[in-house]
């Protein structure tokens, strides 16, 4: 059975950094895309970044490209997500999903971190 869990948010400034780790098990990965998503209070969940695990290719929200990286650690089956000049806008709980790269819905989802950014 197919695990993610989330770990890294908290609180912090605007202008401050955070990276969030996302613990993939129950399967090997390759063929599938891992993504961080995030919703804020009163809207809809919103795609922020993807990887696809074997090639680490990545994709980004516009949001946030330029100032934050997705990436990979295959040895210990751990998505990141470094998050840099951090604005309150980020403010969100933040959830990793996982797909296969052929596939248009993501079928597997964790249970969320908080990032709160203040001003």
């Known amino acids: 059975q197919v695990q993610l869990v989330e770990s890294g948010g908290g609180l912090v400034q605007a202008g401050g950094s955070l990276r969030l780790s996302c613990a993939a098990s129950?399967?090997?990965?390759?063929?599938?895309?891992m993504g961080w998503f995030r919703q804020a209070p009163g809207k809809e969940r919103e795609f922020v970044a993807r990887?696809?695990?074997?090639?680490?290719?990545?994709y980004y929200a516009d949001s946030v490209k330029g100032r934050f990286t997705i990436s990979r650690d295959n040895a210990k089956n751990t998505v990141y997500l470094q998050m840099n000049s951090l604005k309150p806008e980020d403010t969100a709980v933040y959830y990793c999903?996982?797909?296969?790269?052929?596939?248009?819905?993501?079928?597997?989802w964790g249970q969320g971190t908080q990032v709160t950014v203040s001003s």
């Open positions: 990887i696809n695990w074997s090639s680490g290719t990545t």
């Open positions: 129950g399967r090997a990965f390759s063929g599938y895309a």
């Open positions: 999903a996982a797909k296969t790269i052929w596939t248009t819905n993501y079928d597997y």
